[in-house]
T-cell receptor, first 116, second 116 residues
Framework: SQTIHQWPATLVQPVGSPLSLECTVE??????LYWYRQAAGRGLQLLFY??????ISSEVPQNLSASRPQDRQFILSSKKLLLSDSGFYLC???????????????FGPGTRLTVL | AQKVTQAQTEISVVEKEDVTLDCVYE???????LFWYKQPPSGELVFLIR??????QNEISGRYSWNFQKSTSSFNFTITASQVVDSAVYFC?????????????FGAGTTVTVRA
């Protein structure tokens, strides 16, 4: 079965500090991977997506970057956090089953980031 | 322009009442997909249903039902005999065309509160 993991679950960081959030997927190969941010009480904002290793598309110019060093690993980073980076970060993937890619996205448990 | 509109910000009902969540979408593509997701207080988004543009059959799954009407560009979601566990934020989403990025455009979400 397919599963998705994110860590850490919660994070409190000072302004100006670096950030690294990790997302891994199991049970599928060559998934599309996505990073979303959700500000408190708001909707979902797509930050980055990747259709393959080393392929990153950015949706919103910002203080963050993403990388995909392995097929099922997606990393969200920042060199210097801003207060506005606080939020709930969700990773998602599209799954492959029986040779068919399903375009519904499945989400991880999320990382709650607070920048102080 | 907003591709997915969920006009209802919040809905509050008493247990056992029915609740209908509205979703109106906008696209020029003839092939597209519509989704509903549930976000309980824990934060993780749970996939509920996918509908493609060529399948206008309504669907029922337990207490959940979905009404897809291309003529009005709507994909509404009804919870019958609501329960406290249905309290969550519900998101409608759209994936357009045949691109392999499978990006989703989310609505702003509707917060459903079911009171005992």
């Amino acid at each position: 079965s397919q599963t998705i993991h994110q860590w850490p679950a919660t994070l409190v960081q000072p302004v100006g500090s670096p950030l690294s959030l990790e997302c891994t997927v199991e049970g599928t190969s060559n998934p599309n991977l996505y990073w979303y941010r959700q500000a408190a009480g708001r909707g979902l904002q797509l930050l980055f997506y990747s259709v393959g290793i080393g392929q990153i598309s950015s949706e919103v110019p910002q203080n963050l970057s993403a990388s995909r060093p392995q097929d099922r690993q997606f990393i969200l980073s920042s060199k210097k956090l801003l207060l506005s980076d606080s939020g709930f970060y969700l990773c998602a993937y599209t799954g492959l089953a029986g040779g068919h890619t399903y375009n519904e996205q499945f989400f991880g448990p999320g990382t709650r980031l607070t920048v102080l | 322009a907003q591709k997915v509109t969920q006009a209802q910000t919040e809905i509050s009902v008493v247990e056992k009442e029915d609740v209908t969540l509205d979703c109106v979408y906008e696209t020029r593509d003839t092939t597209y997909y519509l989704f509903w997701y549930k976000q309980p207080p824990s934060g993780e988004l749970v996939f509920l249903i996918r509908r493609n543009s060529f399948d206008e059959q309504n669907e029922i799954s337990g207490r959940y039902s979905w009404n897809f009407q291309k003529s009005t560009s709507s994909f509404n979601f009804t919870i019958t005999a609501s329960q406290v566990v249905d309290s969550a934020v519900y998101f409608c989403a759209l994936s357009e065309g045949l691109s392999n990025d499978y990006k989703l455009s989310f609505g702003a979400g509707t917060t459903v509160t079911v009171r005992a």
